[in-house]
């Protein structure tokens, strides 16, 4: 089955400055990789998406690049803010079918 | 954007008690439901995978009669916890997609069985 691998775990930023979290997968059948982030007690959220047929995509101070040869993706988040304290966290899954995420990242912005 | 609207937010029980949660797609039809459990600062992992009109496909490890899921229609899907246990107390979370155009997740159901 799918195996995906997210780094790192934690990451801490200052305000203003960017944060990147990446992961890696193993199923090269694998189309269609988003991103959450998760507040504390809630359910995660879509912030940002990504296609096979697609290398890159932004939205406004979020964008994630994919690699397809190498089987990894990113996520990029620019001028960062306190309010994108979260845990972020990837997943890859194929044709509708169930995803399978990484383990997580615990962004922290410090103000 | 897409909704899925999940009850109860919380819930207490007491041990050997069931408990059932909903999850209800707002704007768009669910034609297949995750079901996930997340402990505390983990991954979420994924409990069954059920379609609409159809028994629900469990994951290894996951006792099917225990955790009952019910999709009878594109808008509705529940998971009931029967005879439940302290170690069932968990926070799970519903996610419902309509033929892979994306994945909208449910607000979460903090379960805790005392």
């Known amino acids: 089955g799918e195996n995906v691998e997210q780094h790192p775990s934690t990451l801490s930023v200052q305000e203003g400055d960017s944060a990147v979290i990446k992961c890696t997968y193993s199923d090269s059948a694998s189309n269609y990789f988003p991103w959450y982030k998760q507040e504390l007690g809630k359910g995660p959220q879509l912030i940002i998406d990504?296609?096979?047929?697609?290398g890159e995509k932004k939205d406004q101070r979020i964008a994630v690049t994919l690699n397809k040869t190498a089987k990894h993706f990113s996520l990029h988040i620019t001028e960062t803010q306190p309010e994108d304290s979260a845990v972020y966290f990837c997943a890859a899954s194929r044709d509708a079918g169930k995803s399978t995420f990484g383990d997580g990242t615990t962004l922290t912005v410090k103000p | 954007g897409a909704v899925v609207s999940q009850h109860p937010s919380r819930v207490i029980c007491k041990s050997g008690t069931s408990v059932k949660i909903e999850c209800r797609s707002l704007d768009f039809q669910a034609t297949t439901m995750f079901w996930y459990r997340q402990f505390p600062k983990q991954s979420l992992m994924l409990m069954a995978t059920?379609?609409?009109?159809?028994?629900?496909?469990?994951e290894q490890g996951v006792e099917k009669d225990k955790f009952l899921i019910n999709h009878a229609s594109l808008t509705l899907s529940t998971l009931t916890v029967t005879s439940a246990h302290p170690e069932d107390s968990s926070f799970y979370i519903c996610?419902?997609?309509?033929?892979?155009?994306?994945?909208?997740f449910g607000s979460g159901t903090r379960l805790t069985v005392v």
């Open positions: 059920s379609n609409e009109g159809s028994k629900a496909t469990y």
């Open positions: 990504i296609r096979s047929n697609v």
């Open positions: 996610s419902g997609t309509d033929r892979g155009y994306g994945y909208t």
